[in-house]
């Protein structure tokens, strides 16, 4: 991996450990998940941290020092509060969802049409 990481980057790869293993992980299998010779335990843990500070990670206590760490929502409740989001800054929701919805396959459609019905 980079010496330097996009902003956000490291927070992603870490959701996106936790949202593929919903009943937790600690620190050290998120390290190992990460495969990062160089990414210190320190680091995930400030990750962890900061998530958790943005209510998307929770950290449930084992037994004696051991911590599990789950996402809050998973990543399709994530994804769409996103969109959600991004619909909700602009001027013209209307345009908005028109051009969304152009970039859609068709197989993508039938699911959102099933989604709405």
Known sequence: ???????????????????????????????ALMGDDQLAITTVLTVLSRLGDKGMVFREKLTGRTFVFK??????????????GAFDQSANPALVFSHFASGLSPAQIASLKKALN
Do not use: F, N
Request: hydrophobic residues 35%; negative net charge; contains cysteine.
């Open 1 to 31: 991996m980079s010496d330097k990481r996009k902003q956000g980057e490291l927070e992603s790869q870490i959701m996106g450990c936790l949202w593929d293993r919903p009943d937790g992980l600690s620190s050290q299998q998120i390290l």
């Open 71 to 84: 996402s809050v929502k998973s990543r399709e409740e994530h994804t769409a509060a996103m969109l959600l």
